[in-house]
T-cell receptor
Framework: DGGITQSPKYLFRKEGQNVTLSCEQNLNHDAMYWYRQDPGQGLRLIYYSQIVNDFQKGDIAEGYSVSREKKESFPLTVTSAQKNPTAFYLC??????????FGEGSWLTVV | SQELEQSPQSLIVQEGKNLTINCTSSKTLYGLYWYKQKYGEGLIFLMMLQKGGEEKSHEKITAKLDEKKQQSSLHITASQPSHAGTYLCGADRGSGSARQLTFGSGTQLTVLP
């Protein structure tokens, strides 16, 4: 099936650890995105990438890092510098000016 | 920066009733997206509007963008329990090929059987 796959669905992080969320798409989309969602709130843009080997900061990039080595993959690392990482993370992709499609999301909890 | 206000924040309706959700922007909208989300799941694309006065329908859901392109409404006719969830509007910031969206905080819809 075509779509966007995020893994893991649930992830727990200890204080001071870096964790990486995976996002893979087989839609042949050029652009990929990471959003963060906090309870009862809308989504906020963390990073986005328009092409391979290029990415741009979104509105809340501090404490996060990304890479785009392959067209189909856009992993997000939540670093220890992110002070409040507990949230629901959503990956998305799009092609040109067309619709943005979202993955199923990953829950990150700090323990 | 662009802000989107959604109203109401939550809505409880009896099955079969019609309802409307509004999304108001502080700036002109280049593109307006409507998504539906179940708690803890991804966003399901509903509709995208780009032109002033545009209206689109899918099954029992109709979305409109006003002529001034600063307000959009989502109307559900004869609501069903399957319509329950959170509805989010997202505004395209209109620069570059990447679709950077700013989202409203959502409207949580409950449909009572």
């Amino acid at each position: 099936d075509g779509g966007i796959t995020q893994s893991p669905k649930y992830l727990f992080r200890k204080e001071g650890q870096n964790v990486t969320l995976s996002c893979e798409q087989n839609l042949n989309h050029d652009a990929m995105y990471w959003y963060r969602q906090d309870p009862g709130q809308g989504l906020r843009l963390i990073y986005y990438s328009q092409i391979v080997n290029d990415f741009q900061k979104g509105d809340i990039a501090e404490g996060y890092s990304v890479s785009r080595e392959k067209k189909e993959s856009f992993p997000l690392t939540v670093t220890s510098a992110q002070k409040n990482p507990t949230a629901f993370y959503l990956c998305a992709s799009s092609s040109g000016g067309n619709t943005i499609y979202f993955g199923e999301g990953s829950w990150l909890t700090v323990v | 920066s662009q802000e989107l206000e959604q109203s109401p924040q939550s809505l409880i309706v009896q099955e079969g009733k019609n309802l409307t959700i509004n999304c108001t922007s502080s700036k002109t909208l280049y593109g307006l997206y409507w998504y539906k989300q179940k708690y803890g799941e991804g966003l399901i694309f509903l509709m995208m509007l780009q032109k002033g006065g545009e209206e689109k329908s899918h099954e029992k859901i109709t979305a409109k963008l006003d002529e001034k392109k600063q307000q959009s409404s989502l109307h559900i006719t004869a609501s069903q329990p399957s319509h329950a969830g959170t509805y989010l509007c997202g505004a395209d910031r209109g620069s570059g090929s990447a679709r950077q969206l700013t989202f409203g905080s959502g409207t949580q819809l409950t449909v009572l059987p």
